[in-house]
C-alpha cells in the first residue's frame, strides 16, 4: 500500500507570497491531519479534515487554510507568507489509533 | 489530554535493550498512551500505543505503569537505524490532535 505522498518536497517562496501544499493519504483513509515542525517550537497541529471538513483546528493565524476533497487529498494554503512560516509541513493520514505521516513540505521563505 | 514528561537524551550500545521513560501524572482514565518516533530528515512514525495493558508489536514493547502514571517503551535490541527522537503523547479522544513534546532524542553507538 502506498504511503502518504506530499508535494512539493522542497519550496522557496519570498515574504508576502502565497503557497499551496498538497497531500494524498493512504488509500482509504479519510482523515488528513497537518503539522508544522520548526526548530524553536517542534512541532505543532495546524488542523484536521475528516470527509472535508475541517474536525479539529490549532492555533494559528487565519492566513495558514487547507480543504479536503472528495478522494480524501488535502491542500493547505498559507497566504502572505512570512519569515517564520519557514518550516517543514507535515502531512499525516490516520486510521483509527495509528497517524501516518508523509515526508513533508520544506518551505523557505525569503 | 495529559501532559508528558521525557529525558532529553538517552545513549544506548546497538544490540543493548533500551528503556525510554515517560511520565504522564495527570492521565485520565480514558488517555492512550502513544509513541511516535522521527528519524533524522523524515516525518514522525506510529511506534505504539496502549491503555492499560503492556503492548508487544514487531517494533518495540510499551510497559505502563499500574497506576498509569508513567509508561516506558523498550527496544529490545537497538539498532543504528533506531536513532530517532522519540515521541509520548497521551491522548484522549479518538487519535487526533498529537500533541508532540520535545521527546528523547536516541542515541545508538555501535
Known amino acids: 500500500k502506498a504511503g502518504v505522498t506530499q508535494t512539493p518536497r522542497y519550496l522557496i517562496k519570498t515574504r508576502g507570497q502565497q503557497v499551496t501544499l498538497s497531500c494524498s493519504p493512504i488509500?482509504?483513509?479519510?482523515?488528513v491531519s497537518w503539522y508544522q515542525q520548526t526548530p524553536g517550537q517542534g512541532l505543532q497541529f495546524l488542523f484536521e479534515?475528516?470527509?472535508?471538513?475541517?474536525?479539529n483546528k490549532g492555533n494559528f493565524p487565519g492566513r495558514f487554510s487547507g480543504r479536503q476533497f472528495s478522494n480524501s487529498r488535502s491542500e493547505m494554503n498559507v497566504s502572505t507568507l512570512e519569515l517564520g512560516d519557514s518550516a517543514l509541513y507535515l502531512c499525516?493520514?490516520?486510521?483509527?489509533?495509528?497517524?501516518?505521516f508523509g515526508p513533508g513540505t520544506r518551505l523557505t521563505v525569503t | 489530554d495529559a501532559k508528558t514528561t521525557q529525558p532529553n537524551s538517552m545513549e544506548s550500545n546497538e544490540e543493548e535493550p533500551v528503556h525510554l521513560p515517560c511520565n504522564h501524572s495527570?492521565?485520565?482514565?480514558?488517555?492512550?498512551i502513544h509513541w511516535y518516533r522521527q528519524l533524522p530528515s523524515q516525518g514522525p512514525e506510529y511506534v505504539i500505543h496502549?491503555?492499560?495493558s503492556n503492548v508487544n508489536n514487531r517494533m518495540a514493547s510499551l510497559a505502563i505503569a499500574e497506576d498509569r502514571k508513567s509508561s516506558t517503551l523498550i527496544l529490545h535490541r537497538a539498532t543504528l537505524r533506531d536513532a530517532a527522537v522519540y515521541y509520548c503523547?497521551?491522548?484522549?479522544?479518538?487519535?487526533?490532535?498529537?500533541?508532540f513534546g520535545k521527546g528523547t532524542r536516541l542515541s545508538v553507538i555501535a
Open positions: 479534515y475528516f470527509s472535508e471538513t475541517q474536525r
Open positions: 496502549g491503555l492499560t
Open positions: 499525516a493520514s490516520s486510521n483509527l489509533y495509528e497517524q501516518y
Open positions: 503523547i497521551s491522548l484522549n479522544s479518538g487519535n487526533t490532535p498529537l500533541v
Open positions: 488509500s482509504g483513509h479519510r482523515s
Open positions: 495527570t492521565i485520565s482514565g480514558t488517555d492512550y
